[in-house]
């Protein structure tokens, strides 16, 4: 059975390139998720070393072959450097329903990366997925991330307190939602 994204779907914007992630992209997924300044909001293990890099790598494919999420790297056009991570990370279909998730590496951020990005990924989802909603779970205290989901329209939906346990420590989370009928892209 053919997955729901093959061919995989490139999408661009007026700066960026949005391809797969590659096995080749090791050194940029450590460089990425092996950072503690990346990682401060994200309760999830660091990736240290080439084999936890793969082994994301593999779970992304997965994802893809299974139609429950796809990952695109963000990439200037011209260029094959990885900029960051984001993709539709888990796909409910049944709901037409997903949840983004994005990471862009420190050298990449506050040039509207991250804003171009998520654009191109929600046209995506509501026109060729034809979601009806899309959600993103941030840590409270991800002041940016915050601003950044609110400029393109999410509104809050929940604040569920210390739901998740992860290294020591229990996470609260903030479940933002945006409906196709309200996404303005912004130029």
Do not use: C
């Not at 936890?52 to 450097?81: C, F, H, P, R, Y």
């Not at 590496?105 to 979601?131: C, D, N, S």
């Not at 210390?162 to 290294?167: A, K, L, P, R, T």
């Not at 420590?169 to 912004?186: E, G, M, Q, T």
């Amino acid at each position: 059975m053919a997955s729901l994204f093959d061919p995989f779907p490139y999408l661009e914007t007026p700066r960026l390139r949005l391809r797969p992630l590659r096995p080749t992209d090791w050194k940029a997924i450590i460089a990425l998720r092996g950072n503690p300044e990346s990682m401060r909001y994200i309760p999830r293990p660091m990736i240290t070393n080439k084999e936890e890099a793969l082994s994301m790598v593999e779970m992304i494919q997965q994802k893809i072959d299974e139609g429950t999420g796809i990952n695109w790297v963000i990439t200037e056009k011209g260029a094959d450097e990885m900029l960051g991570i984001i993709g539709h990370y888990r796909i409910k279909p049944e709901h037409f329903r997903s949840e983004i998730g994005y990471m862009i590496l420190p050298k990449a951020q506050g040039k509207g990366i991250a804003t171009e990005a998520i654009q191109a990924l929600l046209v995506y989802g509501f026109e060729q997925l034809h979601l009806h909603s899309v959600e993103a779970v941030i840590d409270p205290q991800n002041s940016a991330s915050i601003r950044l989901i609110e400029k393109l329209g999410f509104v809050k939906e929940a604040h569920f307190i210390e739901n998740e346990y992860f290294d020591g420590r229990f996470w609260d989370a903030l479940v933002y939602s945006l409906l196709k009928r309200n996404f303005k892209p912004i130029v």
